[in-house]
């Protein structure tokens, strides 16, 4: 196990790493990450197949859109279990915080799938039609469990990237997408009559995917990990949270942005293309993004050991997603796929690839902040990021609202526009904080030891 770091050590007696290790390391991360946008086809080509596809697929988005909040929390157990997790005594801890964090997550299910809340939720603020509310709370009833399972696996996940056998996340999305298809073929032939089956095929596939990570991170718990490491701090499930909380909030913040982005929109010129064009871009965006989401693992799992080399890896993979998007943004790549895969024609197309090529703004400073949250959460100062995401989230209003009063003819682009500023505000108080920190350390003649 790697002892303990501290950020800036000199790492001149420490093995060095080479890129090779790094990239071995690194793309099975990024690979699991891109095809968890196959489970969404694989669910929407189901529901599609339904006698009412509009009715079903509108009710499932709905319960996803809730789901997508409370799965949030149990994301999260990744980044703690891989920054705090060395020894066993420190996994109980992180699994009790799990626990309690997970019984919640089902409380507030069952509130919203058998009680009155669920009424108040969708019907509120959700703004769903009565005669709606009730299937979309039978389809959450089934996807309430996917968050739980969701945590599981994260937790596990935890253990596994630490130890670096990250190709066995690869290894559960594939046999997940496999699962998930098969159930797809039964459901297909059998008849898809109602919006719960996404559901279920979504937690059926949640299930095989924490299935594998809990058989892996078991064995890596009960042959790798050592009962106590020494001088490793963390063995109470308050120090975890103390850990986790910043991140849940920072979470919960970053939950207002989407919204109100969407509200903004509907006030511009041409409102539902407005809407319709900065969702296709966005959804191309974050396709681009989502395999280099995993960057701040490397500065996790790296930065003790060998930081140069770590800061060498960032810089090859920081420009990475601006050339991919540039490349579909100034190319018949880019209209090749808004119009096929995605469906954009004629005004739409134009208005999506315009909204397109200003998230070229945010794919740039994107890879930077993940790299900067990475070194926030090794030095175990998460609550920075509470203030760097409430920043983020200052200004993404701020501008959405300049915008629609100045110019609302842009359209869509006044939502990626307002996003990206977003993003280059949260990296630049981040990396202003951080900068602060290192030169008070060094005025003082002392290094912060880091999580670890």
Same mark, same amino acid.
Request: hydrophobic share 50%.
């Given at each position: 196990?790697?002892?303990?770091?501290?950020?800036?050590?000199?790492?001149?007696?420490?093995?060095?790493?080479?890129?090779?290790? &790094?990239?071995?390391?690194?793309?099975?991360?990024?690979?699991?990450?891109?095809?968890?946008?196959?489970?969404?086809?694989?669910?929407?080509?189901?529901?599609?197949?339904?006698?009412?596809?509009?009715?079903?697929?509108?009710?499932?988005?709905?319960?996803?859109?809730?789901?997508?909040?409370?799965?949030?929390?149990?994301?999260?157990?990744r980044q703690t279990c891989s920054a705090l997790v060395r020894d066993r005594v420190s996994f109980r801890a992180v699994s009790r915080v799990a626990f309690y964090l997970l019984t919640g997550v089902?409380?507030?299910?069952?509130?919203?799938?058998?009680?009155?809340?669920?009424? =108040?939720?969708?019907?509120?603020?959700?703004?769903?039609?009565?005669?709606?509310?009730?299937?979309?709370?039978?389809?959450?009833?089934?996807?309430?469990?996917?968050?739980?399972?969701?945590?599981?696996?994260?937790?596990?996940?935890g253990i596994i990237i630490f130890n670096k056998r990250t190709f066995w996340l690869t290894i559960g999305m594939v046999i997940r997408l496999i699962g998930m298809y098969a159930l797809s073929r039964?459901?297909?032939?059998?008849?898809?009559?109602?919006?719960?089956?996404?559901?279920?095929?979504?937690?059926?596939? &949640?299930?095989?995917?924490?299935?594998?990570?809990? $058989?892996?991170? &078991?064995? #890596?718990?009960?042959?790798? #990990?050592?009962?106590?490491?020494?001088?490793?701090?963390?063995?109470?499930?308050?120090?975890?949270?103390?850990?986790?909380?910043?991140?849940?909030?920072?979470? =919960?913040?970053?939950?207002?942005?989407?919204?109100?982005?969407?509200?903004?929109?509907?006030?511009?010129?041409?409102?539902?293309?407005?809407?319709?064009?900065?969702?296709?871009?966005?959804?191309?965006?974050?396709?681009?993004?989502?395999?280099?989401?995993?960057?701040?693992?490397?500065?996790?799992?790296?930065?003790?050991?060998?930081?140069?080399?770590?800061?060498?890896?960032?810089?090859?993979?920081?420009?990475?997603?601006?050339?991919?998007?540039?490349?579909?943004?100034?190319?018949?790549?880019?209209? $090749?796929?808004?119009?096929?895969?995605?469906g954009a024609k004629e005004l739409l197309l134009e208005e999506s690839l315009k909204a397109l090529r200003l998230f070229l703004i945010m794919t740039i400073a994107f890879t930077w902040l993940d790299?900067?949250?990475?070194?926030?959460?090794?030095?175990?100062?998460?609550?920075?990021?509470?203030?760097?995401?409430?920043?983020?989230?200052?200004?993404?209003? =701020?501008?959405?609202?300049?915008?629609?009063?100045?110019?609302?003819?842009?359209?869509?682009?006044?939502?990626?526009?307002?996003?990206?500023?977003?993003?280059?505000?949260?990296?630049?108080?981040?990396?202003?904080? =951080?900068?602060?920190?290192?030169?008070?350390?060094?005025?003082?003649?002392?290094?912060?030891?880091?999580?670890?």
């Open positions: 196990m790697n002892d303990q770091p501290v950020l800036g050590e000199d790492s001149a007696l420490r093995p060095r790493i080479t890129l090779v290790q &790094m990239f071995i390391f690194f793309i099975p991360l990024g690979l699991s990450s891109s095809l968890v946008t196959i489970s969404h086809v694989i669910i929407n080509g189901t529901l599609t197949r339904s006698p009412n596809p509009e009715a079903i697929i509108a009710s499932y988005a709905v319960a996803m859109s809730l789901l997508g909040i409370t799965e949030r929390p149990a994301i999260l157990l089902l409380l507030f299910g069952a509130l919203v799938s058998y009680t009155g809340v669920g009424k =108040l939720v969708f019907g509120t603020l959700f703004g769903v039609n009565g005669e709606q509310v009730t299937p979309i709370m039978h389809v959450y009833r089934v996807a309430m469990l996917v968050s739980f399972f969701s945590g599981i696996r994260c937790l596990f996940h039964y459901y297909i032939a059998k008849g898809v009559d109602s919006s719960q089956v996404g559901a279920i095929i979504f937690l059926f596939g &949640m299930m095989i995917e924490a299935g594998v990570s809990v $058989w892996e991170g &078991m064995r #890596l718990y009960r042959k790798v #990990l050592p009962e106590k490491k020494p001088d490793h701090p963390y063995e109470k499930p308050a120090q975890i949270f103390s850990f986790y909380r910043p991140l849940l909030y920072s979470s =919960l913040i970053a939950v207002i942005i989407g919204p109100s982005i969407n509200i903004f929109l509907g006030k511009t010129i041409d409102a539902e293309r407005s809407i319709a064009a900065f969702a296709l871009a966005s959804s191309v965006c974050q396709l681009v993004l989502s395999f280099f989401s995993y960057l701040h693992q490397i500065v996790l799992n790296f930065y003790r050991q060998d930081p140069r080399q770590v800061r060498r890896f960032t810089l090859l993979m920081a420009f990475v997603p601006s050339v991919l998007l540039g490349i579909m943004s100034f190319t018949p790549l880019g209209a $090749w796929v808004m119009t096929h895969p995605l790299y900067v949250n990475g070194l926030l959460m090794l030095k175990g100062q998460t609550k920075v990021m509470v203030w760097s995401q409430a920043s983020n989230v200052t200004v993404t209003l =701020l501008t959405l609202t300049v915008c629609l009063l100045a110019a609302p003819q842009l359209n869509g682009r006044i939502g990626v526009l307002a996003q990206s500023l977003g993003i280059v505000t949260e990296l630049a108080f981040v990396a202003w904080t =951080l900068r602060s920190t290192l030169r008070e350390d060094r005025k003082n003649g002392a290094s912060l030891p880091l999580s670890g």
